[in-house]
């Protein structure tokens, strides 16, 4: 195990894992001012063999991403949802209209992979149905064609927060970055699920697994686990007293 941050071509468990870190603002949306500025990463995950991908948190150019799919020999077959924020599922922002899952749906007829807390704020802000969202538990296993992806829910950020652990990978949202972890002053944040998220949810996660986030805010834009439990100062914060010091309201 390494403690520096890894190359994103790290060997795979399996040469059949189709995986992809993309950009909003520059690897899609290049002329989007809102998706330069929130800098929101956008994952693709399938299955080579199959064909199949699901799109993690589609937001900003959904027709471009659908394309990046196509471009690859790939289909949309579903979407993971890691939490309700406009930026991540599409929505109204502060005024800005985010495109999100509701013009995939016009697209594409799939499953939208919601955790059970978080699917009336999905349906809220994406301006989806509820029926249109498949609802799931922490621990359930989504697959895509052979690849498992496992959701955790990881509240804090928003009650349904949840993770993605795919083959040494775990895609985080907005849980946590390599420097810092999700806001938990906004609607549906709570300080005490967060923390608990990170030091009992997330401390199963071995050192190994390279942690992918929901935005890039730091230089690199994945580490391991190992290199963001040694550097990232939440994991400094030893005690419930000394988190809630720092981070309650």
């Known amino acids: 195990m390494t403690d520096a941050p890894v190359e994103s071509t790290h060997a795979s468990a399996t040469d059949r894992l189709y995986f992809r870190q993309l950009l909003a603002g520059r690897d899609f949306a290049a002329d989007d001012d809102v998706a330069r500025q929130m800098v929101n990463f956008v994952y693709l995950i399938g299955d080579r063999e199959t064909g199949e991908a699901v799109i993690v948190d589609p ?8 394309g990046m799919v196509a471009a690859d020999d790939m ?8 939490h309700y924020h406009p930026d991540h599922v599409g929505g109204d922002m502060m005024g800005w209209g985010i495109e ?4 995939l749906l016009e697209v594409a007829q799939v499953p939208v992979h919601v955790q059970a807390d978080e699917a009336p704020w999905v349906a809220r802000s994406a301006g989806v149905g509820l029926d249109e969202l498949a609802v799931h538990r922490g621990g359930d296993v989504v697959r895509v064609g052979a690849i498992p992806i496992t959701l955790v ?5 928003t009650p349904g927060s949840q993770c993605f652990l795919v083959d040494g990978r775990l895609v985080a949202g907005d849980t ?3 420097e810092g ?6 609607p549906g ?4 699920a967060m923390y608990e998220s990170l030091t009992t949810r997330l401390a199963q996660v071995p050192d190994e697994t390279v942690l992918y986030p929901g935005h890039l805010y ?3 834009p994945f580490a391991t686990m190992g290199h963001t439990r040694s550097h990232n100062y939440v994991f400094r914060l030893r005690t419930p007293e000394q988190w809630m010091t720092m981070f309650g309201r």
């Open 59 to 66: 937001a900003y150019g959904v027709d471009e991403l659908l």
């Open 75 to 82: 289909e949309c077959v579903g979407v993971l949802a890691s």
């Open 100 to 103: 999100g899952i509701a013009r």
């Open 153 to 157: 829910h990881t509240p804090g950020h």
């Open 176 to 178: 946590l970055f390599l």
């Open 181 to 186: 972890c999700g806001r938990t002053d906004l």
């Open 189 to 192: 944040g709570d300080p005490e």
């Open 218 to 220: 730091s230089p690199d």
